[in-house]
């Protein structure tokens, strides 16, 4: 019987590498792919950011991406794009999505990350949704500005 586990061992160590983006700064090469075929830009800031943890981040490419289709214009978006990075425990740091972890955390955060940057940029596909549940917040503050002589009363 074939040893599945060594193999699969053996094809995540020759799928992974890296390259210099600046000093201190490295670009992973990891067999993660958007949807369209992209390769997900993931990144080792090695600068310490203290206590020997490394920082693993998308350098602002995300948002950078999901910018290109959707914005996080509304206060509803945005509580989801929140509600996104808290759930899997990551943070923000101007426009960049990062975690800081110790060298035995790397694999699980990289996942963890690539897990995140896949949900964040599918908020896209939340437009319909989030247009048709909005129309209603929509006509209720049309009716409570603009007919506001009538005296309307919210529900």
């Given amino acids: 019987m074939m040893d599945y586990i060594s193999l699969l061992q053996k094809q995540c160590k020759e799928g992974v590498g890296s390259r210099d983006l600046k000093p201190g700064v490295l ?7 958007f949807e369209d075929g992209d390769m997900m830009d993931i990144y080792l800031d090695t600068r310490d950011p203290g206590n020997g943890m490394v ?12 910018s290109y289709n959707y914005e996080i214009d509304t206060p ?20 960049s999505l990062y975690v800081d972890c110790t060298a035995a955390e790397l694999y699980s955060t990289v996942l963890r990350l690539s897990q995140t940057i896949s949900k964040v940029v599918s908020m896209r596909l939340y ?6 549940s909005m129309f209603y917040e929509h006509v209720r503050n049309y009716v ?3 007919l506001r002589d009538f005296e309307p009363v919210p529900e």
Avoid: Y
């Avoid at 670009?27 to 792919?33: R, S, V």
């Fill in 27 to 33: 670009q992973l090469m990891l067999p993660i792919f």
């Fill in 55 to 66: 920082r693993v981040c998308d350098l602002g490419m995300t948002l950078m991406r999901l």
């Fill in 76 to 95: 509803n978006k945005e509580r989801v794009f929140k509600l996104i990075l808290s759930e899997n425990r990551v943070n923000i740091d101007n426009g």
């Fill in 127 to 132: 437009k319909r949704d989030q247009m048709q």
């Fill in 144 to 146: 409570l500005e603009k």
